[in-house]
């Protein structure tokens, strides 16, 4: 009874963080869940390219956000230190006051710096990428329409990336709450855009999917924009808020660059190993592809609340750590993977009982066309129900190491999970078995089950190595 009272307290104190981040989360995948209904309404080629498209866009923009993600756990370890440092001595107050935000701000300026430096290469790689579209082995068609819509989606990863980087330092200053307003307003600005640019609406250009692509970079601009306006009018957040990147300190620059490569290269690790199942299911045919699309976007929906559990776990490590208790980083684990377990098993029950309802925003099972795409991706909810409790836990388990400043363990193991298990997996059940796109799935299930057994296992160790190398060195202190 004990127990479940400490299991429900650490519940609200992590859904106090987690929930607004969860929220904006969700709010912010409706922008790509827009853009791939409204490329269904084109029809399956538009969302076949589309969502090549998107999944080419997101693999290069999840790895640029990794960049910058330490930069919240940075952020709160500086703000613990200088808060218990204040409390030690009182009349050192001011002076870690001061200390903590130049800190700080240099943390900032550093981050916008390596977001500005991912955003102009990640830009140009798309481009390439669109141009070597039908090298991929897609469908000639479909790889014209892909370049266009990369071309459109490209100037948007630089502000997407400033975004993301104050973004980083609301969380770790624990003040995310700005973050749902703003991403819940470009929700309703990217829908209206989209119709505009689709069908020539509100006096813009008719540009088809291409213009799918424009109202998401715009968007990205905007809520850049939005964003810093909130944060500068914030008196907590106002005064450690510089966006002069070009004045970044080199060895700061340095330092999140090396936690954040690890993690770019993780992110990275995962996003690709979705992108070349991507690939490989468009190897089946248009129909396949469709059907790995919606249901990537689903998995992509569920995927969001991991994103802010972990982020919520990862932040609350990082301060837990920086004052000293061990006990609450070890508890942090449990709460997180106990509140991921209970939304995912919840969010499965529509998959495997009505899976021709959630898939309908994407296919109509009164066109001919839709019917294929629409039986293929049935069959896949019933491996998704399963899938996502992994993915959600794999999740988790990156940010607690994450919290735990190992950022180097967590990209090693996805190698693993991901490219050793996952994917020969996948192939082997898609090609010599014929389990074809549903092959793929189960592929993509082992690798992550595989990848969240091996994080969770590491994050207990170096936790527990964490606690014995503190316990020793308060013991020769005394």
């Not at 855009?193 to 990205?220: C, E």
């Not at 092959?439 to 595989?450: D, N, P, Q, V």
């Amino acid at each position: 009874m004990q127990q479940l009272a400490v299991l429900l307290r650490d519940s609200r104190a992590l859904a106090a963080l987690a929930v607004p981040l969860a929220l904006t989360q969700l709010a912010q995948v409706a922008l790509t869940t827009t853009d791939t209904v409204m490329m269904g309404l084109l029809g399956t080629e538009a969302l076949a390219a589309g969502g090549l498209a998107l999944v080419i866009f997101n693999q290069l923009r999840t790895m640029g956000v990794g960049l910058v993600t330490s930069v919240g756990n940075q952020v709160a370890a500086a703000g613990a230190r200088a808060e218990q440092s204040g409390q030690a001595d009182e009349g050192a107050a001011a002076e870690s006051t001061d200390a903590g935000t130049a800190e700080i701000r240099g943390l900032v300026r550093a981050a916008l710096a390596v977001a500005t430096l991912a955003g102009f290469a990640g830009a140009v790689l798309m481009v390439l990428i669109g141009q070597a579209a039908t090298l991929l082995g897609q469908a000639a068609a479909v790889a014209d329409r892909t370049q266009g819509m990369l071309a459109a989606l490209a100037p948007g990863l630089l502000p997407c990336l400033w975004f993301q980087a104050i973004r980083q330092f609301t969380v770790g200053m624990r003040r995310p709450q700005a973050l749902l307003q703003i991403t819940l307003a470009s929700v309703a600005v990217n829908a209206a855009l989209n119709w505009g640019f689709i069908h020539g609406s509100f006096g813009l250009p008719r540009l088809g999917l291409t213009g799918i692509g424009i109202a998401t970079s715009s968007v990205y601009l905007l809520s850049f924009l939005a964003l810093y306006a909130s944060a500068r009018r914030d008196a907590q957040l106002a005064p450690l808020l510089s966006l002069r990147f070009w004045r970044a300190d080199a060895h700061t620059v340095r330092r999140l660059l090396r936690l954040g490569a690890p993690i770019a290269a993780t992110y990275g690790s995962e996003a690709g190993f979705f992108s070349v199942t991507a690939l490989l299911a468009g190897g089946f045919g248009a129909a396949a592809l469709a059907a790995h699309t919606a249901v990537n976007q689903l998995i992509y929906i569920v995927f969001q609340i991991a994103v802010g559990l972990s982020h919520a776990a990862s932040i609350n490590v990082s301060r837990e750590l920086a004052l000293g208790n061990h006990t609450a980083a070890r508890r942090i684990k449990n709460t997180a993977l106990a509140c991921g377990a209970a939304v995912t098993a919840l969010v499965g029950i529509p998959y495997l009982a009505a899976p021709h309802l959630v898939l309908r925003p994407y296919f109509d099972p009164n066109v001919q066309a839709d019917q294929q795409g629409l039986h293929i991706a049935g069959g896949l909810l019933v491996i998704v129900a399963v899938l996502q409790v992994f993915d959600c836990a794999q999740n988790i388990g990156v940010g607690l190491l994450r919290g735990l400043d190992d950022t180097k363990g967590g990209f090693r193991i996805t190698l693993i999970g991901y490219w050793a298990v996952g994917l020969p997996v996948g192939w082997l059940f898609a090609y010599p078995l014929g389990a074809e796109t549903r092959g793929l799935w189960l592929g993509l299930l082992c690798g992550l089950a595989t990848t969240a057994v091996l994080l969770l296992r590491r994050y207990t160790i170096a936790l527990n190595a964490k606690t014995v190398s503190a316990t020793a060195v308060a013991a020769a202190a005394a």
